[in-house]
Each structure stands twice: as C-alpha cells, then as structure tokens.
C-alpha cells in the first residue's frame, strides 16, 4: 500500500519522500506508478526522494503504511513527530488512529487504490484544515472519503473480516464445505469470492487484522485454518497460494 499511495501522490503532482526499513528499489515505485496510472489520471509533475534515515524526512505531512503491528507503528509515531511538526496519518487497517499516537489521524486507503475509497478521521480540526490539500486532489479523482470514528478497523475492514470471520467458522465450526459457500455467494453480494479477498489482502495480514479486531470484541471469531494455513506457507497472491487449499 506504501507504493501506491506514493504512486497515487506523484501522479497528482505531489513531491513524496519515500522511507523504508529496507532500501527500496527505485524500478518497483516505477513499476506500481505504471500500474496505479491505468486507473489514475496523472494531473501533475511529482517528484519522488527515498530516505533511508528517519531523521531527514523533513517537514511534511506523514502517511504510514507499516505492517499491521501497534509496536512497530507507536515508533515511527514516536520518532517522526519529535523531528516534523507537520500532520501524521496513519494507513492502519486495524488499529485506532489515537492508539498509535495522541496527535495522528487516519487515511486509510484500499487495495487496489483504484477502489478510490478513503477512510478518514481527524483528531481536531487543526489537522483536518492541514488535509485540505490532499482531501481536494482525492475528491477531484472522484474518490468517496468517508469520515469514520475512533475504533479499530474503522467501518470497512471491521465489517469484512468480521464477515471472513464468520464465513470461516462455517467452516470449521458447522462444518460446511467451500462449495457451499460460493453458491450462496454466487447469489448474493454482488457474486463476490471471499476467498480471493483473503488472498488478495493475505493471509498473514488477514489473520493479524481479525486478531486485533478480536482483542476488542471477543464476539469475532478466530479461524483456526489461518494459522494453519501459515504454518504451510500458504500466504495468498504474494506466493500463488490460497487459503482455498486449506478450507477444502
């Protein structure tokens, strides 16, 4: 998500300081700028800087989009707002944004970015005037920007994994086959596939978010063949797995 959202901000004419934990290879950013502008009108010249130390970012408004990992995020929180004074977002799909930090607010966009969904939530109005800019370039690309509440997974990832969740304890729990929930889905909900959404996101991922999702509403379920699944190294898209294999 990291490089589409760069790819999203050079497209519209944005200057974008990139930082990584690992060096990060200019011809991947090139890459996803091509693919991200099949769907994206480029609307300006960006200009792209990769950083490899946190102390050079500057003064600039931050979008984090670490993995899922409250540790990991409260210090890049942490450590980029002692330097920069500017507004800090987070990308998070599962954490609320005031868990990561008092001052940090949310973007969180979706994969593809060309769904061109935005969930947003400002701590006070200071930072949501600081948004302006970036709220303007995404609502002149047609983008929904839906302002949410302060709790974890927001509304869209909180209604979908509770939603894998389910589908998943059919499984294991009443013992349904696979078969049987993709005829039901066939029917309904637009003839989506939930098993590609969880390959699609991963599987890694897809178990992390219902993990912290679960920590504040015991009510969700946590499927068992996610870990499982990991255990035989069966991650989804990223290695041309599917947790289909596991459900069967």
């Given at each position: 998500m990291g490089r589409q959202i760069a790819a999203l901000?050079?497209?519209?004419g944005f200057e974008v300081n990139i930082w990584n934990d690992v060096p990060m290879v200019a011809r991947d950013l090139e890459r996803c700028i091509?693919?991200?502008?099949k769907n994206i009108p480029k609307t300006g010249e960006g200009k792209v800087n990769y950083l490899y130390d946190l102390e050079k970012l500057g003064h600039a408004i931050t979008i984090e989009a670490a993995l899922e990992d409250l540790t990991v995020k409260k210090k890049l929180y942490e450590t980029i707002s002692k330097k920069n004074e500017e507004s800090y977002f987070t990308n998070s799909s599962s954490y609320s944004p005031q868990e990561i930090g008092g001052k940090a607010g949310l973007l969180h966009f979706f994969n593809p970015i060309s769904i061109g969904l935005v969930e947003t939530w400002f701590p006070d109005n200071q930072i949501r005037v600081s948004a302006v800019g970036i709220l303007e370039y995404l609502s002149g690309l047609g983008f929904s920007l839906v302002e949410v509440k302060n709790n974890r997974g927001s509304v869209a990832n909180y209604l979908l994994f509770k939603e894998i969740s389910s589908v998943l304890e059919l499984i294991e729990k009443y013992g349904y086959k696979v078969e049987a929930v993709e005829k039901i889905y066939s029917k309904l909900y637009s003839g989506r596939n939930i098993f590609n959404i969880i390959d699609l996101?991963?599987?890694?991922?897809?178990?992390?978010?219902?993990?912290?999702?679960?920590?504040?509403?015991?009510?969700?379920?946590?499927?068992?063949?996610?870990?499982?699944?990991l255990q035989k190294n069966i991650l989804g898209k990223k290695n041309n797995s599917s947790i289909r294999q596991v459900c069967l």
């Open positions: 901000f050079y497209l519209g091509k693919l991200v502008a996101v991963g599987v890694d991922i897809t178990r992390k978010i219902i993990m912290n999702l679960q920590e504040q509403d015991k009510s969700i379920y946590l499927p068992k063949c996610l870990e499982v699944a």
